[in-house]
């Protein structure tokens, strides 16, 4: 018994010794050599892609953000800004505290195919993309209706970004086929031809309609 | 490009990419695991731990050895999130010390190789959680899923002795010459790509319409890369793959289905090799293949069909997806973490069409052999291959045999001990589970918010969690709320039940077919390494798994995906 004791210790302290040294090669060494390298090669990646824009930064051409006014609909959600194109629907955080686009909590609905929530929501969002854009419902895309994975999605599809391109111009007074120019310049194809889908980045369009506005 | 043209344009790349690694990495791994060298790092780590990595192990031994190893990960990662709040600023970010319950939870499922996630990465753990606990685990388990495989392997390749290998050496060797290299590269490619690799904090950065946006910094790429690669699947934020900093573009997308594939198929050509017949390993590659092709060919049917209320009100499955990669991708790399033990998500799928949340659930229950976890798959799969041989034996009254060894009555009780495990635990978890009255109240989708007036969904993300956890998938479908004692405890347990009872159970029968003498094939042997045998182990699979979950399916996705 006494024997078969200190046989399980000695066996654990060799599971112990075993794992420390394997966390300093693969919790220390490992992360630490790939960091080094990565803020070496790839500086700007490495620290999350940011864009500049007049000097400053504006965000991660990555995460997805909000374009919004400071007056407030009835639900105390803030208003789409009509200058701006808008991404997609965001549940970030939903299952805890809703923080929309300003993070820190990413995050899905999770909410089912058959769910009366999200199909409230679906139809509201019909509603208020095709009055916001002033074009008919039926030509609102799905991406504009459903809610991302990541709740910071930066990309809506191109005929999302297509949908909104005459509210914009007429927001900025901007000439409509400039503002549609613009948007197609920025349609992003699928990389080597085939692969993910279309897409346009929404913070990279907004940035170019700045400037186009003179207002970087 | 039609949608669905680029959906089977993507699939067909990562076959392709499959197919030209897997002789190399297959033979690699076959002479890692065989060779009498050792790297000079390597006798220095051996010299640490005060191991002898030439000393042979009986079975008992080398089950120790796992058992002793895991249970010290436990307690170190434990302990790690216990005092997080004690920490430095700048190795906590500030977060304080993980509860007793969920610290117990995320210790079990990581050494599990589960990562099965009940706390907000970005919200809960700090760079020293993060990257000396959760990262390391992510390695080290995977190492010992492979151990165990190899063990299995060498009992079949052995013959006349007990004796399947070294622990240790297996351990270290799988890490060092396996994972580590693969990973330094792999997260090379992903930060090239746009994923993070920083120590930076919480910061603010700017927003183009002004104010600020909160993101977090963190060795997100050199983790990403071991999470696939070693079939772990937890997530460095909230939103796993599907978030942009560790999963940028639809490439990283298709590079991260290929990570997770690339070890769990290339060890079939590992096992042929070992055992001296590389078509004995294509057999097992191939019902492998059909499952997982078949899986993934019915996934973006479904999905590209958005049955469902909302998604038909919506006019596609784009909820919980996201842009740049889209439905078909999505598809693929939802049955890909779910047929191995990754769970890693790019698309979220408790908002998947009935029949697709349906998929992902037999997928898993299917034990996750096609092609299953690193090592954890292969030897599932050998599991089913020895009770695919006894049905074969008993359909022509021969005693059976696979690979030379009997199966006989110690081996198949063995074997039908492995295969019981994790039903009973996914079924009587639930069972209890639904129940009670306390557990049921974490659902999201509740009878009373679905069109149909059905609980189907939300007995489904009741049912996904403990399939989820006693297979050691670790995704979700994350509208439950699984942070309470009650699902921190018994995902728990599930998740270590589900992984090391297994293992007794394939060690044991590694130790008993290696004490065999080899039996001479005749004419009258069954042929292993034929079509028809790939084709009788798929079939074995689908009815052992259909018998066991129907009625638990029919209950969920299948009463949704038919109302």
Redesign the interface.
């Known amino acids: 018994m006494n024997n078969s004791a200190t046989n399980t210790i000695r066996l654990l302290a060799a599971g112990l010794r075993a794992l420390l040294v394997l966390t300093v090669v693969c919790g220390v060494v490992y992360p630490l050599v790939v960091t080094g390298i990565a803020q070496a090669a790839f500086h700007d990646k490495a620290n999350g892609s940011e864009l500049t824009s007049g000097g400053k930064s504006v965000g991660s051409a990555l995460l997805g953000q909000t374009y919004t006014l400071e007056q407030k609909d009835k639900d105390g959600n803030p208003l789409p800004d009509p200058e701006y194109f808008q991404p997609r629907p965001s549940a970030a955080g939903a299952n805890t505290e809703n923080t929309q686009y300003k993070l820190l909590v990413s995050g899905a609905s999770n909410l089912a195919a058959d769910s009366r929530v999200l199909l409230e929501s679906v139809e509201k969002r019909r509603a208020d993309v095709a009055a916001f854009n002033g074009v008919p419902a039926s030509s609102v895309p799905v991406d504009a209706l459903t809610a991302s994975a990541s709740g910071v999605d930066p990309d809506i599809s191109p005929a999302y970004a297509r949908l909104q391109a005459d509210r914009v111009a007429k927001a900025n007074g901007l000439p409509r086929d400039k503002v549609r120019a613009l948007v197609e310049d920025h349609v992003e194809g699928r990389q080597l031809g085939f692969m993910g889908e279309e897409h346009v980045n929404v913070l990279k369009l907004n940035v170019a309609l700045r400037e186009l506005a003179g207002r970087a | ?1 039609s ?1 669905v ?2 959906g089977i ?2 699939l067909v ?1 990562v076959v392709a990419a499959l197919a030209l690694v897997y002789r190399p990495l297959g033979d690699h791994m076959a002479r890692v695991y065989g060779s009498r060298k050792h790297l000079r790092a390597e006798k220095w ?1 051996y010299r ?4 002898d990595p030439d000393a042979e192990m009986r079975w008992p031994a080398y089950l ?2 796992v058992l ?6 436990v ?2 990662l434990y302990l790690l999130q216990r005092v997080q709040g004690a920490l430095p600023k700048s190795l906590s970010l500030g977060f304080t010390a993980i509860s007793p319950d969920q610290a117990f939870n995320t210790a079990a499922s990581f050494v599990a190789n589960t990562n099965w996630q009940s706390y ?1 990465g ?2 809960a753990m700090g760079h020293a959680v993060q ?3 959760l ?2 685990q992510n ?2 388990s995977a190492a010992v899923g492979m151990a165990v495989a190899v063990a299995l392997v060498r009992g079949f390749a052995r013959s006349r002795t007990g004796e399947l290998g070294n622990f ?1 050496t297996d ?2 060797r799988g ?2 010459r396996i994972l ?1 290299p693969l ?2 590269v792999g ?2 490619v992903l ?10 904090g ?1 910061h603010d ?5 002004g ?1 600020t ?5 963190g ?1 997100v ?3 990403e890369v ?1 999470k696939e690669l070693g079939t772990n699947g937890g997530g460095y ?3 796993n793959s ?4 560790e999963n ?4 990283t ?2 590079f991260e289905i290929f990570l997770i594939l690339v070890i769990p198929f290339a060890l079939t050509r590992t096992f042929g090799r070992m055992v001296g017949n590389v078509k004995q390993g294509y057999a097992i590659l191939a019902a492998m293949g059909v499952i997982w092709l078949g899986f993934t060919a019915l996934m973006m049917w479904t999905e590209y069909a ?6 038909q ?14 439905v078909g ?2 598809a693929v790399f939802a049955t890909t973490t779910t047929l191995t033990s990754t769970g890693a ?4 799928h ?5 029949l697709g ?1 349906g998929l992902t659930l037999l997928s898993m229950m299917l034990g996750e052999i096609a092609p299953g976890g690193v090592g954890s798959g292969l030897y599932g799969m050998l599991v089913m291959a020895v009770i695919a041989v006894f049905i074969a034996g008993l359909m022509v009254g021969r005693t059976p045999e696979y690979l030379g060894k009997k199966i006989g009555t110690r081996e198949i009780k063995l074997a039908a001990c492995y295969i019981l495990v994790t039903p009973t635990l996914v079924l009587g978890f639930t069972a209890l589970s639904m129940a009670l009255s306390g557990p049921p109240q974490s659902i ?2 509740a009878a009373g ?4 007036d ?1 609980g189907a ?1 939300g007995f489904s993300e009741v049912l996904y969690a403990f399939t989820s956890g006693a297979n050691n998938n670790g995704s979700a ?3 439950l ?1 699984a942070n309470t004692p009650w699902y921190n405890t018994t995902i728990g347990l599930a998740m270590l039940l589900g992984r090391f009872l297994p293992m007794v159970f394939v060690l044991a029968l590694a130790g008993s077919l290696a004490e065999q003498q080899p039996v001479p094939g005749t004419a009258g042997t069954l042929r292993t390494e034929k079509p028809l045998f790939a084709g009788l182990l798929v079939g074995a699979i689908i009815v052992i798994t259909g018998l066991t979950y129907f009625p638990a399916l029919a209950l969920g996705p299948m009463a ?1 995906g038919l ?1």
């Open positions: 490009m949608p043209l680029s344009l993507q790349a780590i640490l731990i005060g191991a120790r050895g002793a190893f895991s249970a010290a990960g307690l170190f907000s970005e919200q990257t000396l606990g990262a390391v390695f080290v240790w351990l270290v890490t060092v580590l990973s330094v997260a090379l930060v090239a790509c746009g994923a993070i690799q920083n120590f930076a919480i950065i700017g927003q183009l319409a104010g946006q909160q993101v977090n910094g060795a790429a050199s983790q071991i934020f909230n939103a599907a978030h942009p900093f940028p573009n639809a490439f997308n298709l958005h049955h469902g209320a909302a998604l009100a919506a006019g596609g499955a784009m909820e919980g997806k996201e842009q740049r990669f889209g991708a999505s998500v790019d698309s979220f408790s908002s998947y069409t009935g949340g999201l989708n918010n679905s069109v149909h059905s969904h479908f994350a509208g709320n949704e109302s």
